[in-house]
């Protein structure tokens, strides 16, 4: 299938300058913090607020990028939403609840595009984290039941029933992620009978695993994928591994000390990992307040950051969106939700002249002509922050075959031996 690679790469001058990256608000902002934000039909929801830009909703708002609007369907009747999803293209939520808008659904309901409808009778405790694993919907939370089997904090729902997973655990379920095909269960458990595992397991197919004898001391908040690891972030303060570390497949190992405090969120934007938190500080001296930006070996700041917590972020419309219980973002007046966005510095028409590619739209074989004659190495970093495509060098009139990957949004990283650059590659 033909594909179109739209690119425009350039070394020399090439850079994602982030001294010129900023917050903005959106609109007059929210009435609380959200719990948790996804994308769903090309517009940013958000949950657990009562009120966006000064319209009245309840706990479901939407936002479109310049204005914010009710979703289209009610909120719970009462309690809370703490997680979302899209599965199959419906919008899930879960939290906890007994019925949304009136429909009955215990913890746990799809949006049918008209009204809410239950999943297999939902669960008998709160949902904190979900997700997508081998085409199945994988909860987990603090509930030992779901559509009736018996599931101990985790349950898996096939688009038609209800099933456990092994023993589950011993203690709530916080984060989930897939990794290396694999999928990853964090929280505050300390046990899946009758094996003990620390805060951390893997499924195996048919039952948990710990991670080898490497062990976190602590809660595990969130998971992330970031340049071929799996990284976590929580309560634990392990060896050299404060508040966030990522498994290499054999050990844990750290960020250059971590931080100072809790890690609530992480999130893979323009080729960096985003920390959000309860820290002022990193573990080196560094200010950072609440959120901090990581490249594989070295932190930076996103501005000034906030004046309170960062709990989630969410990417939507080329800007990252966090959340949390500030008020002010770098400076800018911004009530518990801002959008960072780190603008290329290029003058394009002076990058054309620098370097050009063909053919443009392509089938991903492409061709580089560079005014400079320095070689430069290529990779190709996927949204995950997972290393797709490697080439020793790109020098003048060279080409790389890219046909391979599928579809998506893409980071190319040049590097020579005095600097390093970043931009994105969509590949159609």
Known sequence: ????????????????????????????????????????????????????????????????????SAFGGSGPDVGGIKTMIVYNNNLVVAGYF?????????????????????????????????TIFNGDLIVGGNFYYAGGVNADKVARWNGTSWSAMDAGFDAPVNALAVYNSELYAGGIFIRSVPDTMYYIAKWNGTDWDALGNDELNGEVYTLETYNGSLYAGGDFDYDSVNYIGYWNGTVWKGCDGGTNDWVYDLAVYGGELYVGGYFDALYNGATANYIARWNGSAWAQCGSGMNDEVDCFELYNGKLYA??????????PARYIAGWEVPSAIDENYSDELVSVFPNPSDGKINFNLASSVPVAFEIFNSLGEKVFTSATIKNNSSVDLSALPSGIYFAQLSSKDSQAWKKIVIQ
């Open 1 to 68: 299938m033909l594909k179109h690679l739209l690119i425009i790469i350039l070394f020399s001058v090439l850079a994602i300058n982030n001294s010129n990256a900023q917050w903005t608000a959106c609109g007059s902002g929210l009435d609380n913090s959200p719990s948790d934000m996804v994308v769903f039909n090309n517009e940013l929801i958000v949950c657990n607020t009562d009120s966006a830009g000064g319209i009245g909703v309840n706990q479901l708002a939407k936002w479109n990028g310049t204005s914010w």
């Open 98 to 130: 007994a019925a949304m808008d009136g429909y009955p659904a215990n913890c746990i309901a799809m949006w049918n595009g008209t009204s809410w409808d239950s999943l297999g009778g939902g669960l008998n405790g709160i949902v904190y984290s979900m």
């Open 323 to 332: 959340s949390g219980y500030f008020d002010n973002a770098d400076g800018i």
